[in-house]
């Protein structure tokens, strides 16, 4: 049997993996709204919150919560890590036989959970929230949401289920896999797919925001952006090839061109503009295709200096004196 820090897996049916960034006014409300539901889904179940790196009262939240319920605990990380790692670390923590993640400001109504169980006992080892409208998100981060799924789709060499988010339940099995993945640029949602295990969609109400303000800026849904296209694409590095070859094969029709008109009709002065033109334009495109190599280049050297995922700064709710196990390895070398 393996252990995460202290949890058996499989100490219990349910684990619910709630990542949670300054959301001291939601930690309440949501254990009050999963504890019943819960009650009634599986015989033992665990919350396991991961507060990553709040400024706010979240931590003393839990911790409250937690001294009077032994089936609430915690990871608190030593620093904001960004709500990808803190799935990850979530899914280290979590000892259930099935671990469903959801945010912690109720726009994820525990209300479905029973519906995903249900699923899961089924026999489907990935069920998933499909969000029904994102009418709550502002019509910019709408559109360009959507711009990035599309380029996703057509970049990608993993098709993402429409509308599917964090929101999901995963089975040990899942749990494992994702486990094993220690990649840093964590893009989530690419790494369900990736995985594989038959799975179904189960649609949702996403619900207004209980309280304080989402997290994601737009700079950091940018980075998320690119995270998510260079991990599972190489179509950007790649597409530079096809347009050096397309821009070199005209390059060579117009030098003959040129060669031709000036053997018929001799050489001509006037040509500025044309020259000034292509020079700017060439070295655009070399830079842009340097910037390109840039962003996988810096995502390679974030990899391979092989820094842990997260630094927890305080566990609660945990055993301590167990020791923490290695995150499972599907592939091994052989010996
Ligand atoms: N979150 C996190 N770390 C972060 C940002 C967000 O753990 O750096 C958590 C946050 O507390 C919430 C969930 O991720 O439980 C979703 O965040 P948010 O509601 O701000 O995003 P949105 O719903 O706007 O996509
Ligand atoms: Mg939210």
């Known amino acids: 049997m393996s252990l995460t820090s202290g949890v058996p897996v499989g100490s219990c049916d349910l684990s619910i993996v709630v990542p949670a960034f300054n959301e001291g006014r939601n930690i309440e409300t949501l254990t009050e709204r999963l504890e019943p539901i819960l009650d009634g889904l599986a015989a033992s179940w665990e919350i396991v919150f991961v507060d990553d790196g709040s400024r706010d009262d979240t931590l003393e939240r839990i911790r409250a919560l937690a001294a009077k319920d032994r089936r609430i605990r915690a990871v608190s990380f030593s620093r904001n890590?960004?709500?990808?790692?803190?799935?990850?670390?979530?899914?280290?923590?979590?000892?259930?036989?099935?671990?469903?993640?959801?945010?912690?400001?109720?726009?994820?109504?525990?209300?479905?959970?029973?519906e995903f169980v249900a699923r899961w006992r089924q026999g489907i080892a990935v069920v998933y929230g499909v969000r029904m409208d994102r009418n709550g998100d502002g019509l910019v981060r709408r559109k360009l949401t959507e711009s990035f799924y599309r380029l996703f789709a057509a970049a990608g060499e993993t098709p993402l289920p429409p509308g599917a988010g964090d929101f999901r339940l995963l089975d040990r099995k899942a749990v494992d896999a994702l486990r094993a993945m220690g990649e840093r640029a964590r893009f989530s949602k690419g790494l369900y797919a990736w995985i594989g295990f038959p799975s179904v969609g189960v649609p949702f109400m996403v619900a207004e925001r209980a309280e304080g303000v989402s997290k994601f800026t737009f700079r950091r849904l940018f980075t998320f952006a690119f995270d998510g296209i260079t991990s599972?694409?190489?179509?950007?590095?790649?597409?530079?090839?096809?347009?050096?070859?397309?821009?070199?094969?005209?390059?060579?029709?117009?030098?003959l061109f040129y060669l031709v008109r000036t053997a018929i009709m001799g050489i001509e002065v006037p040509g500025y503009a044309?020259?000034?033109?292509?020079?700017?334009?060439?070295?655009?495109?070399?830079?842009?295709?340097?910037?390109?190599?840039?962003?996988?280049?810096?995502?390679?050297?974030?990899?391979?200096?092989?820094?842990?995922?997260?630094?927890?700064g305080e566990s609660v709710g945990f055993d301590e004196t167990v020791q923490e196990l290695p995150r499972p390895a599907l592939v091994r070398r052989p010996a």
């Open 81 to 114: 890590f960004g709500k990808e790692i803190a799935i990850a670390a979530g899914l280290d923590h979590a000892g259930g036989r099935a671990v469903v993640i959801m945010d912690a400001d109720l726009q994820h109504p525990p209300e479905i959970i029973p």
């Open 232 to 255: 599972f694409s190489t179509l950007p590095l790649r597409v530079w090839t096809w347009v050096g070859v397309t821009i070199s094969f005209f390059a060579i029709l117009a030098a």
């Open 274 to 312: 044309s020259l000034i033109v292509s020079v700017m334009f060439f070295s655009g495109v070399q830079l842009i295709s340097l910037g390109v190599i840039g962003e996988y280049v810096g995502r390679i050297f974030a990899e391979v200096k092989r820094r842990p995922l997260y630094i927890v």
